[in-house]
Nanobody
Framework: QVQLVESGGGLVQAGGSLRLSCSAS????????MTWFRQAPGKEREFVVG???????YYADSVKGRFTISRDNAKNTVYLQMDKLKPEDTAVYYC???????????????WGQGTQVTVSS
């Protein structure tokens, strides 16, 4: 059974930074794509950024130039560095593990519990 555990969320002022982590157990982490999604109140869960097993990345337009994803296969962990945060980035952030990097939530079988990010104006 795969377990994903996110950490690093919190409250930050607009323009500030946060770093999220997602630790995985139960699978050969290095073989899988890892993706971050987010869900704001009253909205659908949306794709943020993903990273292939080989390190290639894909970002949503809304976060390009501000967010950076990375992974440490030795630690079974993926990171999301979030800079220049905006109030509209406020959401619960989820990490997901899958065989392929896709923006469709239906293609992911394993999810973390989520971590709240709140950006004040």
């Amino acid at each position: 059974q795969v377990q994903l555990v996110e950490s690093g969320g919190g409250l930050v002022q607009a323009g500030g930074s946060l770093r999220l982590s997602c630790s995985a157990s139960g699978r050969t982490f290095s073989r899988y794509a890892m993706t971050w999604f987010r869900q704001a109140p009253g909205k659908e869960r949306e794709f943020v950024v993903g990273i292939w097993s080989g390190g290639s990345t894909y970002y949503a337009d809304s976060v390009k130039g501000r967010f950076t994803i990375s992974r440490d296969n030795a630690k079974n962990t993926v990171y999301l560095q979030m800079d220049k945060l905006k109030p509209e980035d406020t959401a619960v952030y989820y990490c997901a593990l899958g065989l392929a990097l896709t923006t469709d939530t239906r293609h992911y079988d394993y999810w973390g519990q989520g971590t709240q990010v709140t950006v004040s104006s």
